[in-house]
């Protein structure tokens, strides 16, 4: 696991999201300044989430980290698909309040997500989709391992415009082998 953000280092706690935290990490996750990177839409209620984010995910990972007791950020990995022939893949997905980007917070949720895919729940490889306009998300996730594949042309509409995507992943780099 990567040590060098510990959670002491920015004042953040990172724990597994329960149900009662679908309110608040909905909120989040459709506000201004967040929700521009994703696939949600302006000014929809926070209801409209709730279900997604209470389901339990026995085959997935969802983290949230935590500042002052609010939730700052929230990130998952998640069953790519029912086919057991997908069953070694997980799709990621992250999102970080406005106020709290660039300070470490999605660093330190991805290495906890990659932590649980590399060393317990037999993952070999993550994928995930981002805007080709999110700097800041592409070298991040460059930085922690995940290479381009492709891009998507005019994947989605964002302010008035198609934006393309680009499709990135990351193998494990050490799959466990038989050992003796
Ligand atoms: C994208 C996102 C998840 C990144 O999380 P974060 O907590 O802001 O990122 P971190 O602070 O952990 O790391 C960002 C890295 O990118 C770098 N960075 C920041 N802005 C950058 C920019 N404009 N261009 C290139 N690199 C940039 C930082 O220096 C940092 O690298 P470092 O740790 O080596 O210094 C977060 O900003 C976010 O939720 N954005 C809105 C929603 C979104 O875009 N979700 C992703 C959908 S795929």
């Given amino acids: 696991m990567d040590t060098a953000h ?3 280092d920015i004042g953040i706690t990172v724990r597994a999201l329960e ?3 679908a309110q608040e990490v909905s909120a989040l ?3 201004p300044g967040t929700f521009e990177g994703t696939l949600q839409l302006p000014d929809m209620p926070v209801a409209s989430r709730l279900e997604w984010l209470q389901k339990l995910e026995p085959h997935g990972c969802r983290l949230v ?3 002052q007791g609010q939730v700052v950020g929230s990130a998952g990995l998640h069953q790519a698909g029912l086919s057991l022939r997908r069953a070694h893949v997980r799709m990621l997905g992250i ?3 406005a106020g709290w980007q660039g300070k470490g917070v999605g660093r330190l949720l991805i290495a906890r997500l990659l932590d649980w895919a590399d060393h317990w729940a037999g993952v070999l490889r993550v994928e995930l989709t981002v805007h080709a306009d999110n700097d800041r998300a592409i070298a991040l996730y460059r930085s922690m391992g995940f290479v381009e594949e492709g891009r998507h042309r005019a994947y989605a509409i964002k302010d008035g415009r198609y934006v393309d995507a680009l499709c990135m992943a990351r193998l494990h780099p050490n799959p466990p082998r038989l050992e003796g």
């Fill in 6 to 8: 510990k959670p002491d």
């Fill in 19 to 21: 149900p009662a935290d």
């Fill in 29 to 31: 996750t459709g506000a």
């Fill in 65 to 67: 980290a935590v500042a």
């Fill in 95 to 97: 999102g970080i309040a």
